[in-house]
């Protein structure tokens, strides 16, 4: 499966009373950059990440999230979003994030990456764009993106393939991971067979599943 990156996008830094970093200071509102840009194990060069404590680190190096996924909420929202506009560094067409399998990996340029799980929606998100009731709305409609951890340091631009080189058997996918720490506690279960998942998820589907 091959797709492509339509564009990279990095943060202007926005000072806002919904930031949710204590400096007041937030990352969400990314734009498209010109030229290559550096994704490594620990970020992406040249980006900034406010609220380290839930946002950023290895498991959560870049976030991809789909034209094809922006434009359903273009058409709920009745406004445009532009490439970025969820927060995310990389922007994709042509490749199914939500139906991506934790653990799978593409090669973007000279980088590789794997998913690695999903986005929750938080405050933040929510205040950025001005919709109070976006958790919920961002929840039901289930197409969270996918953060990345970065396999091999590379350099991405706009316009590089995005191809899908491996794909593990366990099958659990980023859309029912998402369900399963939100609506569909049933799935909790299938977390486990997923070894590429953070391990901090893992130990919270246990502790989810044991309480009941």
Known sequence: MTGRLLSVNLAVVTRADWAGDPSGLSGIDKRPTDGRVVLRADGVEGDFVGERAVHGGVDKAVYAYAKEDTAWWERDLGRDIPPGGLGENIT??????????????????????????????CRTFAGYWGVPDLIKRFTARGVPGAYLRVVQDGDVGAGDPVEVTYRPEHGLTLGATFRALT??????????????????????????LGAK
């Not at 994709?92 to 139906?99: F, L, M, N, R």
């Not at 909790?188 to 246990?206: S, W, Y």
């Open 183 to 208: 609506s569909e506690p049933a799935l909790l279960p299938r977390l486990l067979l997923a070894p590429e998942l953070p391990e901090e998820i893992r130990d919270k589907a246990r502790r989810r």
């Open 92 to 121: 994709t067409e042509a490749i199914d994030v939500t139906g991506a399998v934790i653990g799978e990996r593409w090669t973007i340029g000279s980088a590789v990456l794997e998913v690695a799980q999903p986005r929750l929606p």
